[in-house]
């Protein structure tokens, strides 16, 4: 054999970068056409904009005059420390749909004994977290979902919250 057929069996063939790049333009294709979807609500929202339907704990903005507002008797909690005694400081408001405002602030005292409840169990640890407000809002709102029936609150607003 001569030196130019071995050199040329020698190296291997070079492979096409073809398919990794069709691969990836269809795959980034792919990912937008989804994002698209579901933000125009195609997928998992029908005409609700990306909420699913049905859902009564989200507000609809088209029925701000079906909501009222019912606020909770404020709270103060001693929350015992190894050093001292601190308190909370805790007033909310429920959002609740027009129809069900008689129901829930009737059963206001039940609202009240729950949310007491609640959060006498709290520790200063549970309150000092970064992201303990939010998880205290939801463990908050089911329970007052469960005394007063799921579909009568849609919401819990904190209108204070202070530590001192």
Known sequence: MTDTAQATQSQPAK?????LILGLVL???GAGGGFYAVQTGMLFGGES?????????????????EVVFVPVEPLVISLADKARTRHLRF??????????????????????????????ALTLEDIE???????????????????????????LLIMEFVLN
């Open 15 to 19: 492979q096409s970068k073809t398919p």
């Open 49 to 65: 904009g990306g909420r699913p339907a049905g859902n009564p704990a989200l507000p609809d903005p088209g029925k701000a005059g």
């Open 27 to 29: 795959g980034l294709a």
């Open 91 to 120: 007033r909310a408001q429920l959002e609740v749909n027009r129809a069900h405002e008689a129901e829930v602030t009737d059963l206001m005292p039940r609202v009240v004994d729950v949310l007491n409840g609640y959060l006498r």
């Open 129 to 155: 977290e970064s992201a303990a407000l939010v998880r205290l809002r939801s463990q908050m709102l089911r329970r007052v979902r469960i005394v007063t029936g799921h579909d009568r609150v849609r919401d």
